[in-house]
T-cell receptor
Framework: AQKITQTQPGMFVQEKEAVTLDCTYDTSDQSYGLFWYKQPSSGEMIFLIYQGSYDEQNATEGRYSLNFQKARKSANLVISASQLGDSAMYFC??????????????FGKGTLLTVNP | KAGVTQTPRYLIKTRGQQVTLSCSPISGHRSVSWYQQTPGQGLQFLFEYFSETQRNKGNFPGRFSGRQFSNSRSEMNVSTLELGDSALYLCASCAGTGFSGNTIYFGEGSWLTVV
């Protein structure tokens, strides 16, 4: 069963507008962590934001925020005030049992974001 | 603070050869993981090392192996290369313990082409 689902293969947004990238996950663990990464064409995987399953508040990092809805098992990434440099592939990933010795990430298939001028 | 460093960045190998990729984690990080990224399969976990011990292993054949040294640097090796091994290989670094273990950083990757 697919554990991380990103239903948007591609998204377009106008510069300076906000965009939401969807991510749903499946796990039976009570303790887990959710990550978002940005991957430009160069290949580097850039860490954007992290949300722990027990975190009561949604994570924010500058222009990035994570809309965490635990009951719906969704962890959508919101990018505010899009910039041309935001054009890249975005991956949602999950780490199960983060308090244990398990640092394996399971990734979704990604969403290709294009920011138009 | 230096990030995760992977070498080489690009390489071309012939079928049947073997290859070794290197990863230097962020200073102080003790966990190193490896991932394979292909257009068809996406990102797949290979293995994870912590303090020179393999803690997790993905579903890859035995041709894929790795190790970690006492300074936390890690290498992965692929023997008897096949065309399907052509991929971007990404190394991830993590503190490995405690709250800071929640942040996992990646390197720029090594692009392997098998011809």
């Amino acid at each position: 069963a697919q554990k991380i689902t990103q239903t948007q293969p591609g998204m377009f947004v106008q510069e300076k507008e906000a965009v939401t990238l969807d991510c749903t996950y499946d796990t039976s663990d009570q303790s887990y962590g959710l990550f978002w990464y940005k991957q430009p064409s160069s290949g580097e995987m850039i860490f954007l934001i992290y949300q722990g399953s027990y975190d009561e508040q949604n994570a924010t990092e500058g222009r990035y925020s994570l809309n965490f809805q635990k009951a719906r098992k969704s962890a959508n990434l919101v990018i505010s005030a899009s910039q041309l440099g935001d054009s890249a592939m975005y991956f949602c990933a999950m780490r199960e049992t983060p308090r244990g010795s398990n640092y394996k990430l399971t990734f979704g298939k990604g969403t290709l974001l294009t920011v138009n001028p | 603070k230096a990030g995760v460093t992977q070498t080489p960045r690009y390489l071309i190998k012939t079928r049947g050869q073997q290859v070794t990729l290197s990863c230097s984690p962020i200073s102080g990080h003790r966990s190193v993981s490896w991932y394979q990224q292909t257009p068809g399969q996406g990102l797949q976990f290979l293995f994870e090392y912590f303090s020179e011990t393999q803690r997790n292993k993905g579903n890859f054949p035995g041709r894929f192996s790795g190790r970690q040294f006492s300074n936390s640097r890690s290498e992965m090796n692929v023997s008897t290369l096949e065309l399907g091994d052509s991929a971007l290989y990404l190394c991830a670094s993590c503190a490995g313990t405690g709250f800071s273990g929640n942040t996992i950083y990646f390197g720029e990757g090594s692009w392997l082409t098998v011809v």
